[in-house]
């Protein structure tokens, strides 16, 4: 019995022993949070400040410009077709060649044509006789008719004989006239001037009438367009300015963008609204003398559509979106920044007009805003010395070199503000 009692009295105290030492570490372990969240505080309110550069909202000209996917599309492009049947003698052109209106491309064999239009000349000669012959009778019966020496119905039956004989000589000529039009065919020329493709058949072939696939394919090189598509909420503007009688300046430039190939004006736009994209189809005519514009090459179409005289402009990278909508940090006096919301106008990739919100010489942020909330305290860029956030602000001048860690990202960084 003495030895089960100072058992359990030495489980007891190991017991203690472990409570005490649990609590001892969670008291421990607290005082390092409190200490930590002493430490922040300070660090939030009164940090270094964040170093940014900024610059002047300025006025200047911006033009209003639309920039979309275009597709040059030739004036003509036209399948040559034989228009009767036979053997393709002859080619007259070279794949790839340049060729004007009227200029002979292919040869059908003439010959069957010819026999023809032979025969219907003899026939009409024939039935010119034949007429002749019948307006004669047609005289001699009409004087017997007038002595009363011949039955009238002699006479009607002459004079139905000279239309029937008048009608088989005009049917001779319309044959003449389409055996002489058949022989024009067989000489195929070129219908418009361009370019013509590469061969479709070659001679020795029998084409027919029928035939879909043609002789060669012409295409017109010079002039030629682009057709691309806008927007129905651009579309009211580009009308307004059209029916006032602007000529809409249009540039094209490659497909990805880095160099502009040809510049013309816009000349005609659609009379329908795509109801699948809520886009209208606009053409611009290029003169393309140079001939940098391929038939069917997707480019990229920019539009003059206006320009915007004395706005206010600011560098795009300075106008953010957020909680607050489209807005700027404004360098304050006081080495502090605010949230400015700004109405956004018309931007050419460098800078933005600025509808309302900010006015010409006002200051704003245009690096660093990504660690700035309202009221942040600022310090400018050495390398942004020549443009102070606020003029003749002694205190915004640009602060002496600090430790590199000090512009570094914080792990912390603060949220787009959420007021204004």
């Not at 209208?280 to 069917?296: C, G, K, Q, S």
Request: hydrophobic residues 40%; charged residues 20%; neutral net charge.
């Amino acid at each position: 019995m003495i030895e089960t009692q100072d058992a359990k009295t030495a489980t007891g105290r190991r017991h203690h022993r472990t409570a005490w030492i649990l609590g001892s570490v969670a008291v421990v372990l607290l005082v390092i949070v409190l200490v930590k969240l002493f430490e922040r505080k300070p660090a939030a309110s009164g940090g270094a400040p964040q170093v940014v550069k900024v610059a002047r909202a300025t006025r200047g000209d911006m033009p209003e410009t639309l920039s979309e996917l275009g597709t040059v599309s030739p004036l003509a492009t036209v399948t040559v077709l034989p228009q009767l049947s036979g053997y393709l003698t002859e080619v007259g052109y070279k794949e790839g060649q340049d060729v004007a209106k009227g200029q002979f491309l292919a040869q059908i064999d003439p010959r069957q044509y010819e026999i023809g239009l032979q025969q219907s000349q003899a026939a009409l000669v024939k039935d010119q006789s034949a007429l002749g012959q019948a307006r004669s009778d047609l005289g001699r019966y009409q004087q017997l008719r007038a002595q009363r020496a011949i039955a009238e119905q002699t006479v009607t039956d002459q004079e139905f004989l000279v239309k029937q004989d008048e009608a088989q000589v005009k049917s001779d000529e319309a044959s003449i006239a389409q055996y002489k039009l058949d022989l024009v065919y067989c000489r195929i020329t070129a219908p418009v001037a361009g370019r013509v493709g590469l061969r479709l058949i070659d001679p020795g072939n029998y084409v027919t009438a029928s035939s879909t696939s043609g002789i060669v394919v012409i295409t017109t090189m010079k002039p030629t367009t682009v057709e691309f598509t806008v927007a129905q909420n651009d579309l009211g503007r580009v009308i307004e300015r059209v029916n006032s009688g602007a000529n809409l300046p249009v540039t094209a430039n490659t497909s990805d963008n880095t160099r502009q190939i040809a510049t013309g004006t816009l000349y005609a736009i659609s009379n329908q609204m795509s109801t699948s994209t809520g886009t209208v189809t606009l053409r611009a005519t290029f003169p393309n003398d140079d001939e940098a514009l391929f038939p069917n090459e997707f480019v990229n179409v920019k539009m003059l559509v206006d320009t915007l005289t004395q706005a206010v402009l600011v560098p795009t990278p300075a106008v953010l979106s957020g909680a607050p909508g489209d807005y700027v940090y404004l360098a304050n006096p006081g080495n502090t920044v605010s949230v400015r919301k700004v109405t956004l106008g018309p931007s050419d990739g460098v800078n933005t007009v600025i509808v309302s919100g900010l006015e010409a010489g006002d200051t704003v942020v245009v690096d660093g805003t990504d660690r700035l909330s309202d009221g942040a305290k600022i310090s400018i860029a050495p390398e942004n010395a020549g443009i102070p956030a606020v003029p003749s602000t002694p205190g915004l001048q640009p602060p002496a070199k600090q430790k590199k860690k000090s512009s570094a990202p914080a792990l912390g960084a603060s949220a787009p503000p959420t007021h204004d």
